[in-house]
């Protein structure tokens, strides 16, 4: 396996190692020296290998003249790696860390097999494409994208813990002690400062109705907010995640398509806003809108939020429920897990 850069691009993984290890296969991975993925990896006591890696640019960067060296670098060591290990087929999670270990893979006739989350390819899965036996994709708008037949609609992994929590758990968690609804902010893995500073500019009238939940990104942490009942504040939650999001009613979030299609799994309605074009791709905007347009969310642009549009989408989320809830239970749109697995079986060289 292969994958990092970010949580996003290392958590499907994650998803898969417990069926792959059901169905009798080692996992091993390589990333890069010092990327969020080797923490992520070695907690769950893989063998991992560290490349030299250079970052993957659209924008002017002095780094730009320096960072190819590193790739090249980085496929060299992937090679001898892929060389050494023989493994059946590489499965990669995109992000640029995965783009030396793909090429290096072709140059060993290793297969591989790509997953790409968002609706449109990021860089390194379309330089990877060539390189690739079929690509896995969560949105059917993506097929269009995919060149030479190669594309395969599967939907996103969806880790299975996630779908074990408990709602009590979540409560307890929390503290909260009474029947109010539950509302969980997620503004991303590093936090949003514009979601966080209009949740808690309006955290006086959202309580009135609404326990709250706010994952709000390391170093985010506001003093002032302790021991506020019905208000519940994190920097980072990892093992607590599963029960916080069964507690939870309704969630407002970022756009990143693991999160938001582990809402899809747990019918949760949700109001998104998504990363702005100013400062990404682009790729949470479409997320965000073929979320919308199926029935399953409400968009807020960051650009157009602040405190009175807030508070008037979370109680048009809270009287619209029922539709949300229902347009999501009958998404064709499911968990990708299996249908992956599938793909890198019928593509893995067993010789």
């Excluded at 850069?5 to 958590?11: D, E, K, L």
């Excluded at 989320?317 to 793909?343: C, P, Q, R, Y």
Aim: proline letters at 4%; charged letters at 25%; aromatic letters at 6%.
């Amino acid at each position: 396996m292969t994958g990092g850069g970010s949580a996003g691009h290392v958590t499907p993984n994650l998803a898969l190692i417990p069926k792959l290890r059901e169905r009798g296969y080692k996992i091993e991975y390589i990333g890069s020296k010092n990327g969020i993925e080797k923490k992520i990896i070695e907690e769950e006591n893989i063998p991992y290998y560290s490349i030299s890696t250079g970052k993957l640019r659209r924008y002017f960067d002095f780094k730009n003249f320096t960072d190819p060296i590193k790739v090249v670098k980085g496929i060299l060591e992937a090679k001898k790696i892929i060389k050494k290990e023989k493994p059946c087929l590489i499965f990669s999670k995109g992000g640029f860390v995965s783009v030396p270990v793909v090429i290096g893979a072709y140059l060993n006739k290793v297969p591989v097999v790509a997953h790409e989350s968002d609706i449109t390819p990021g860089l390194a899965n379309k330089i990877s494409s060539r390189y690739c036996k079929k690509i896995c994709v969560t949105f059917p708008e993506t097929l269009e994208h995919i060149k030479d037949n190669k594309g395969v609609l599967t939907g996103t992994p969806i880790r299975n813990e996630l779908l074990q929590g408990s709602r009590l758990k979540g409560l307890n968690i929390c503290g909260f002690k009474n029947e109010k609804p539950v509302l969980m902010i997620i503004g991303g893995s590093l936090g949003s400062k514009v979601i966080n500073e209009t949740v808690r500019h309006i955290l006086k009238e959202v309580l009135k109705d609404y326990n709250i939940i706010h994952i709000c990104g390391k170093g985010n942490l506001d003093n002032n907010l302790v021991n506020i009942d019905g208000y519940k504040q994190f920097d980072y939650v990892k093992d607590e995640l599963k029960h916080l999001l069964a507690a939870s009613d309704y969630v407002i979030s970022r756009a990143g398509a693991n999160t938001i299609f582990e809402l899809l799994a747990l019918k949760k309605p949700s109001i998104l806003i998504p990363l702005s074009a100013k400062a990404s791709r682009g790729d949470q905007i479409l997320n965000a809108n073929s979320f919308e347009k199926n029935g399953f969310s409400i968009v807020v642009q960051e650009d157009d939020l602040n405190s009175k549009i807030l508070l008037e989408k979370i109680k048009y989320l809270e009287n619209n429920k029922g539709t949300f809830i229902s347009a999501m239970k009958s998404s064709s749109l499911k968990n990708g897990t299996d249908a992956i697995l599938d793909v890198i079986e019928n593509n893995i060289n067993l010789i």
